[in-house]
């Protein structure tokens, strides 16, 4: 997806919560973050993909739980003391997206925004909206419709 479907906040910037998922950096639109969770304990979902790690009760509320390295094909995120679920809506629900770690927050020009390549570090590119190069690193900028698509 082009950089400009990207939600801007008014101006050409858009703020984003940075993560890791393996050795890959990646990036969502703060707008589509509603919590950032401290891993807990799961209750597993038989027949459920591989990428499902299972279901949580948050607060009242049943949510299924996304492993973000089995979902882009890296291998399960081990759960550490830095592991984190990133909550996000999707429909009528939140879903949780286990990640490595959450490391900031930052802001970036929508205009600096580069397009996705086929592959990002033997990731699909169909999971990325865009590419952004930071200071240290390249970050890749997660669509989360692709990756909570698992029909496409």
């Known amino acids: 997806m082009a950089a400009s479907t990207l939600q801007s906040t008014g101006t050409s910037e858009i703020e984003l919560t940075v993560f890791t998922v393996g050795d890959l950096v990646c990036a969502m639109e703060n707008l589509r973050v509603r919590e950032i969770s401290a891993m807990r304990p799961l209750t597993k979902v038989h027949h459920a993909p591989a990428a499902v790690r299972g279901v949580v009760n948050l607060r009242g509320q049943i949510m299924?739980?996304?492993?973000?390295?089995e979902r882009f094909g890296t291998g399960e995120v081990p759960i550490d003391r830095r592991t984190r679920i990133l909550v996000v809506p999707w429909g009528e629900e939140d879903v949780g997206l286990v990640v490595d770690s959450v490391e900031d927050v930052m802001a970036a020009r929508v205009s600096e925004i580069e397009p996705t390549p086929s592959n990002i570090s033997g990731v699909s590119g169909k999971f990325f909206r865009g590419i952004l190069k930071s200071e240290n690193d390249l970050v890749a900028i997660v669509d989360v419709d692709a990756l909570l698509?698992?029909?496409g």
Request: a negative charge; aromatic letters at 12%.
């Open 64 to 69: 299924t739980v996304i492993d973000l390295g």
């Open 149 to 151: 698509d698992f029909e």
